[in-house]
């Protein structure tokens, strides 16, 4: 049986998209299914739009998803260069070729290929047989002596012993010129699949990276799990058969297969993904959570969180399963490390209903009277404070929250009092009370 080999073939002309991130992800993953390889191959022709920049941004987002090449750009192989500017040799080599077979010729000092004039079948995968005409001859070199898309992919394709073509429902419009171009070379056409498009979130229309949330370099710099982000654009247009949601990057890879996608157009759901990321989030070992958060620590200017690490995995072991993204983080846990946290506005109207001045008074005596605010020991008392009082135990715990954190929501209060301690509590209190917030 032939061995796979798929190609993920960008312009390196702007920011990393999310449409072009699935498509590397999609060859990647049948590579990976397969035991196949994949190919990750420049297309760098157009040297007035290519950048370093763009190229640099390409590579290193790629390797940040986890979507390392078997060959390509800086690992090398056995079918280089894999950038296109560097392989005018092997096209010119093809050129002599279709002009020796009579298939060329020049017209305004472009260089034309004489199509067939025969249907061209589209045996696609997802799409089933697409036939199509080429009913007009094509350029295959411009008249400034550089070769077009189609002759340069096509050629690509054939020296690289590529099998499987998986790329963007939009190529599909092409293809019957590729199919001309294989016959006419003489070799047989690789497999194809055109995969749906991608479409913006609101509103008719394929995404753009003008459209908010199309780029990858976003979610890098907004501290998303690249395994989240990788869960969430296989689910574009492919889902396992169980339609499961949540799935590890060895689920995924398992399970897929080019016959598993679907032909519909898929819509990009931005809270989805913060979903998955958030879920993916609780499923972290907390050894790598840890690592993680205090990369994010550093990385955001906190590195002061991280002086004393057994605090710190204390909080990391009440929060991790609250957090959203590591984006959160450095707010979430700020409290922790600052004795003068402000009262949030919006907080102190949430729990002005409950006569918060005397609820504080009442706490600091209990806890006055408790050895430790360990959480089994604070959770019975304050039940039995509610009862004695006869008043909610939530007027007490959102009270107290507020009091110790300026805020209404955040990790297990019975769990922050514990990392935080007796002394501390009974000091943040204290400084509640005589604010004198609730007058």
């Known amino acids: 049986m032939l061995k796979v080999r798929v190609r993920f073939a960008p312009s390196p002309t702007g920011y990393f998209h999310i449409g072009g991130a699935r498509t590397a992800l999609f060859n990647w993953l049948y590579a990976k299914h397969t035991g196949g390889t994949f190919v990750l191959r420049i297309e760098d022709s157009d040297m007035e739009r290519n950048t370093k920049e763009s190229l640099q941004s390409l590579l ?26 560097e392989r005018n040799d092997i096209y010119q080599h093809h050129l002599q070729i279709l002009k020796d077979a009579g298939r060329v010729y020049e017209k305004e000092g472009a260089l034309w290929l004489k199509v067939s004039g025969k249907m061209q079948t589209i045996d696609d995968i997802i799409h089933g047989p697409v036939q199509r005409l080429e009913e007009k001859d094509f350029v295959i070199y411009r008249s400034n002596g550089t070769p077009v898309f189609h002759f340069v992919n096509v050629v690509d394709d054939i020296t690289m012993k590529i099998t499987h ?26 497999k194809f699949a055109h995969i749906p498009l991608i479409l913006k979130t609101d509103g008719p229309g394929k995404m753009s990276k003008r459209d908010r949330g199309s780029l990858v370099e976003e979610y890098r710099n907004k501290f998303f799990l690249p395994e989240a982000l990788i869960n969430y654009l296989s689910l574009l247009g492919w889902s396992p058969k169980d339609d499961r949601e949540f799935l590890s990057l060895e689920e995924i890879i398992q399970a897929f297969d080019l016959v598993g996608i679907n032909k519909t157009h898929a819509r990009f759901d931005e809270r989805k993904l913060s979903f998955l990321n958030a879920e993916h989030m609780k499923h972290l070992p907390k050894e790598e959570f840890f690592r993680r958060g205090v990369w994010v620590l550093q990385q955001t200017n906190h590195a002061d969180y991280v002086k004393n690490e057994p605090y710190l995995q204390q909080i990391f072991a009440i929060v991790q399963e609250k957090l959203r993204s590591f984006e959160e983080l450095p707010h979430f846990i700020s409290y922790f490390f ?23 008074v009442e706490l600091q005596s209990l806890f006055q009277s408790l050895p430790s605010l360990d959480t089994n020991t604070v959770e019975t008392a304050i039940q039995s404070l509610s009862k004695e009082k006869n008043l909610p135990a939530g007027d007490y715990i959102h009270t107290l929250r507020f009091a110790i954190s300026g805020r209404t929501v955040g990790p297990s209060l019975y769990h922050m009092l514990g990392v935080l301690g007796k002394e501390i509590v009974l000091k943040r209190i204290q400084r509640c009370v005589e604010a004198h917030l609730f007058s």
């Open 338 to 360: 600052d004795e003068q946290y402000p009262f949030e506005p919006t907080a102190l109207q949430k729990v002005a209903k409950h006569q918060p001045q005397a609820r504080l």
């Open 165 to 190: 073509v998986i790329r963007g429902e939009d190529h599909l419009s092409n293809t019957s010129k590729h199919l001309e171009l294989y016959q006419a070379f003489g070799v047989p056409a690789p």
């Open 60 to 85: 290193t987002n790629l390797r940040w998803l986890g979507l390392h090449w078997d060959e390509g750009p800086e690992v090398g192989g056995a079918y280089g260069s894999y950038f296109q500017s």
